[in-house]
């Protein structure tokens, strides 16, 4: 599903991110683009951030 409507990102494409080494927001952002626009999404990206770093 998107949760970066802005940049057009996936929930998959940032699970993906965070699999690659990128822990955190701010490095999230770096990489994807992600919630670097209206930042509605910031909440559910670091939501998915979380719940990801979990598993790995
Ligand atoms: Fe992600 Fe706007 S929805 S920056």
């Known amino acids: 599903m998107?949760?970066?409507l802005c940049?057009?990102?996936t929930d998959r494409?940032?699970?993906a991110a965070v699999?690659?080494?990128a822990h955190s927001l701010g490095?999230?952002?770096k990489?994807?683009?992600v919630a670097s626009q209206c930042g509605k999404c910031a909440?559910?990206?670091r939501e998915?951030?979380?719940e990801t770093l979990q598993e790995i």
Do not use: A, F, M, P
């Open 48 to 50: 998915i951030l979380d």
């Open 2 to 4: 998107y949760v970066c």
């Open 7 to 9: 940049k057009g990102i």
């Open 13 to 15: 494409q940032i699970q």
């Open 31 to 33: 990489s994807l683009g």
């Open 19 to 21: 699999h690659d080494g």
């Open 27 to 29: 490095k999230l952002r």
């Open 43 to 45: 909440s559910l990206t």
